[in-house]
């Protein structure tokens, strides 16, 4: 098969994939608006952070599958492909430590000011005084919004820190995450309303729906507790930016993100974004999932979701 990367890909893995006979055009640098000019004669599209939107879709002559090296889809328009009859399919899972890691370091961040400290002492200030006031984490009370695999790897890290997790209750929870969640000695209360209000750290990990986006907006944020911290390492949608950057003004509100509304389409580009400016925030680039351990992850699932493909079976699809 003729497969397009149009993100960057492990080369040991790409490597195995030509040794089977693919052939591998391997484009990294490719945009959203790039894709519809080189799809031709693809049969195979893989993505990392790349969107696709229906126009490279409909410019596509020859395409049988397209595959998101990551969890989320929403960067790629699965109506247009569906219409097409060409399956999407993402890798579920496989980055979900990678992501709960980013999550907790943007807690630490926040918590003892490291950014600013780094960016101090780079310019020669040296301010002790100021950077000796941090709370802690440990006791601190962790609510956990979205209880997949990144989720739970988040409880289970902020456990080990001496953090008391709450989750909102969910009587139809499997048993895997059930025994989990007990073993964490996790609180689970009625509603999001009540668990924004009783924790001082609350961590999105949701995708991006209709039901989802903008879930974090003024009427939520109004619950929670002043100088609380937001972490979001799921989708930028799901947040109401202009409400957080009201609630960050008026109430001391911090938040770690590693997403945005409206991100670059490719993996370098200008980003004019408010709230990414903003003082109360440490940001980082939609990097979550972005560690050789994950990426080495997700490249041998995808090996894996071709030779299934190849023998007729469509793993992971979302659209289809």
């Known amino acids: 098969m003729k497969i397009l990367f149009a993100d960057k890909f492990q080369q040991v893995y790409l490597g195995d994939?030509?040794?089977?006979?693919?052939?591998?055009?391997?484009?990294?640098?490719?945009?959203?608006?790039?894709?519809?000019?080189?799809?031709?004669?693809?049969?195979?599209?893989?993505?990392?952070?790349?969107?696709?939107?229906?126009?490279?879709?409909?410019a596509a002559d020859r395409?049988?599958?397209?595959?998101?090296?990551?969890?989320?889809?929403?960067?790629?328009?699965?109506?247009?492909?569906?219409?097409?009859?060409?399956?999407?399919?993402?890798?579920?899972?496989?980055?979900?430590?990678?992501?709960?890691?980013?999550?907790?370091?943007?807690?630490?961040?926040?918590?003892?000011n490291i950014p600013d400290n780094v960016a101090d002492l780079r310019q020669g200030q040296w301010n002790k005084k100021k950077y000796s006031k941090a709370e802690g984490i440990m006791g601190r009370h962790i609510g956990i919004v979205g209880l997949g695999?990144?989720?739970?790897?988040?409880?289970?890290?902020?456990?080990?820190?001496?953090m008391h997790v709450h989750v909102v209750h969910k009587p139809t929870r499997d048993e895997?995450?059930?025994?989990?969640?007990?073993?964490?000695?996790?609180?689970?209360?009625?509603?999001?309303?009540?668990l924004v209000a009783e924790c001082d750290v609350v961590s999105f990990h949701v995708p991006a729906t209709g039901e989802t986006k903008g879930m974090i907006n003024a009427d939520l944020l109004g619950h929670f507790q002043d100088g609380a911290i937001l972490l979001?390492?799921?989708?930028?949608?799901?947040?109401?930016?202009?409400?957080?950057?009201?609630?960050?003004?008026?109430?001391?509100?911090?938040?770690?993100?590693d997403v945005y509304n409206d991100e670059p389409g490719a993996a370098q580009g200008e980003f004019d974004s408010a709230l990414a400016r903003?003082?109360?925030?440490?940001?980082?680039?939609?990097?979550?999932?972005?560690?050789?351990?994950?990426?080495?992850?997700?490249?041998?699932?995808?090996?894996r979701m071709l030779e299934e493909f190849g023998r007729g079976n469509v793993l992971h699809c979302v659209n289809l």
Request: one cysteine or more; aromatic letters at 2%.
């Open 149 to 162: 695999g990144i989720g739970l790897a988040l409880a289970e890290r902020a456990a080990a820190f001496g």
């Open 278 to 303: 903003h003082p109360n925030v440490y940001g980082t680039h939609h990097i979550g999932a972005s560690t050789e351990q994950a990426q080495n992850a997700i490249a041998a699932e995808v090996v």
């Open 176 to 194: 895997e995450t059930a025994r989990r969640l007990q073993a964490l000695e996790a609180k689970e209360l009625d509603d999001l309303h009540q």
């Open 232 to 257: 979001n390492t799921s989708r930028g949608e799901i947040v109401d930016e202009p409400a957080l950057i009201q609630a960050m003004d008026a109430r001391g509100i911090r938040a770690g993100l």
């Open 17 to 58: 994939l030509k040794a089977q006979g693919h052939d591998c055009d391997v484009q990294p640098d490719l945009s959203a608006d790039d894709l519809p000019a080189n799809v031709a004669g693809a049969e195979v599209l893989i993505v990392r952070s790349t969107k696709i939107t229906r126009a490279t879709i409909e």
């Open 63 to 112: 395409l049988k599958l397209i595959i998101r090296a990551g969890a989320g889809t929403n960067t790629i328009d699965k109506d247009a492909a569906a219409e097409m009859n060409i399956p999407v399919c993402n890798v579920p899972g496989k980055n979900a430590v990678a992501v709960a890691e980013l999550a907790f370091g943007l807690l630490l961040a926040i918590d003892r």
